[in-house]
């Protein structure tokens, strides 16, 4: 981890011609370096036009300035923000005269990482700047602020509520002897259990489904070989990006490619087919697929017989959305009624399938709660594991375990929860949310 105790600087803005360009300054010598180099220090949260001026005292350009005393800045440290004429010559010569100054070039998502650690964001927040910045809908940017404002800590407070509403009827029952706690009581629990469970697992699926809005859908055609996977992904590329053969087996391992749809980006994967008695590279491939598959939001199976996915891939991916289609319709055959049938032949039904690639907004509003938009998969995760909680807890309880455990099942899925807010996680899942950061940021 970087030492926070440094001063740090680095360009917010892009590199390249524009008409300003915003550097930030962080760290205790901030003050500092822009008396040094402005002759003043204005007023702190008072942006004032000034002079930089070099080491030889050669002007570098006319700025404007602002300098916020810690704790009151985004890191919680001492602050400093440029405004300079936005040509790299200039942008260039400030910051070399900055980092000549006892201060380094910040990393990638420094300024948050102190913001984090000064305690001035939650993680959640900083997951929520994601889509702040990256998203590539409108609605995606409007989703990531509204948990950026307002920090998931009210929703998960919320949860917290009912988990100990559950707690509470547990408990009540503790003081009875395990003959005493009636049947009926019991019932009651788990049907709370269940209730709550149900209400979080929503929760967690409209992250899966609001994920289309940020620039991340994945979606993997998988099938047996030789169904017209590699057809229909060039089909929808626009271009013979993979090869195509009468011959079962072609395709070895997963291509994808980034293709836009409604405007909307989207990556499409073109997986080996899925055979039991594959050849050992084929084999190979086939495992590529199960993998593809993991990292896929939208799941389509393509077969030229009508024949649905196996059972243990649909259940074992039963979160996933799927769509199953039927292909080479031109060669006859009617198809069963939950599949889509398209022809890449005559391009029959290709077009209604790009539609159905993503989801609706309609679908999307359907799983909308009253809680805050979760905005990582960390997030969905631990929602996840909670609802497992609740679901062992019901298991238990039916097969006749003692009540205790129950009130132990909670506990540990109030712990799930409250990762989710968690101000210090564990340095692997802060390098993991940080990667996606760039730098000035
Ligand atoms: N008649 C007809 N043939 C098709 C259609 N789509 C694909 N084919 C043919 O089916 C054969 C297999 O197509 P591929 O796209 O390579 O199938 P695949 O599912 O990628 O096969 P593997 O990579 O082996 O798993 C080729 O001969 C294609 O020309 C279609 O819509 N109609
Ligand atoms: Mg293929």
Not at 95 to 109: C, H, K, N, Q
Request: proline share 4%.
């Amino acid at each position: 981890m970087s030492d926070f105790a440094e001063t740090i600087c680095a360009l917010s803005t892009p590199m390249g011609h524009s008409a300003l360009g915003l550097i930030r300054i962080s760290g205790s010598k901030s003050s500092k370096i822009l008396k040094d180099l402005a002759g003043i220090l204005p007023e702190p949260r008072v942006s004032r036009l000034c002079i930089l001026k070099n080491h030889r005292s050669e002007v570098i350009d006319e700025v404007v300035a602002t300098f916020y005393p810690g704790p009151h800045s985004y890191t919680g440290e001492d602050m400093v923000e440029i405004s300079a004429h936005g040509n790299p010559l200039i942008l260039d010569e400030i910051i070399a005269e900055i980092v000549s100054r006892e201060t380094r070039g910040a990393e990638a998502g420094e300024f948050t990482r102190r913001a984090l650690a000064n305690g001035k964001l939650s993680i959640d927040q900083v997951e929520s700047l994601d889509w702040v910045l990256n998203s590539s809908t409108r609605e995606g940017v409007k989703l990531g602020l509204r948990s950026k404002v307002e920090g998931l800590s009210g929703s998960v407070e919320e949860i917290r509520g009912l988990f100990l509403d559950l707690k509470v009827q547990i408990e009540a029952q503790l003081d009875f002897s395990e003959a005493e706690v009636g049947e009926l009581d019991k019932v009651q629990i788990i049907k709370t259990a269940d209730e709550l469970r149900f209400k979080i697992e929503a929760w967690a699926k409209a992250f899966d489904i609001h994920k289309y809005l940020l620039n991340s859908w994945t979606v993997a055609l998988i099938g047996p070989p030789n169904s017209g996977k590699s057809s229909l992904f060039n089909a929808l590329v626009g271009s013979d990006r993979a090869i195509v053969f009468d011959q079962p087996g072609t395709t070895r391992d997963f291509l994808h490619q980034s293709i836009k749809i409604d405007g909307l980006p989207v990556t499409l994967i073109d997986t080996a087919g899925i055979r039991n008695n594959a050849d050992p590279i084929e084999a190979i491939g086939i495992q590529k697929t199960y993998e593809a598959m993991k990292g896929a939001d939208l799941i389509c199976w393509v077969t030229d017989s009508g024949e649905g996915a196996p059972p243990e891939l649909l259940s074992k991916h039963s979160s996933k959305k799927w769509l199953l289609i039927r292909s080479k319709s031109d060669l006859g055959g009617r198809a069963p009624e939950e599949f889509i049938s398209i022809s890449v032949k005559t391009g029959d039904g290709v077009n209604e399938f790009r539609k159905l690639m993503l989801p609706t907004q309609k679908e999307a509003d359907a799983l909308t709660e009253d809680w805050l938009p979760l905005t990582s998969g960390r997030q969905r995760d631990l929602v996840l594991s909670a609802a497992d909680c609740l679901l062992s807890m019901s298991e238990d309880l039916r097969a006749g375990k003692y009540l205790d455990l129950s009130s132990q099942w909670v506990d540990k899925a109030q712990r799930q929860l409250s990762q989710i807010i968690d101000s210090v996680p564990n340095e692997d899942v802060i390098g993991a949310i940080f990667s996606r950061f760039c730098i000035g940021k």
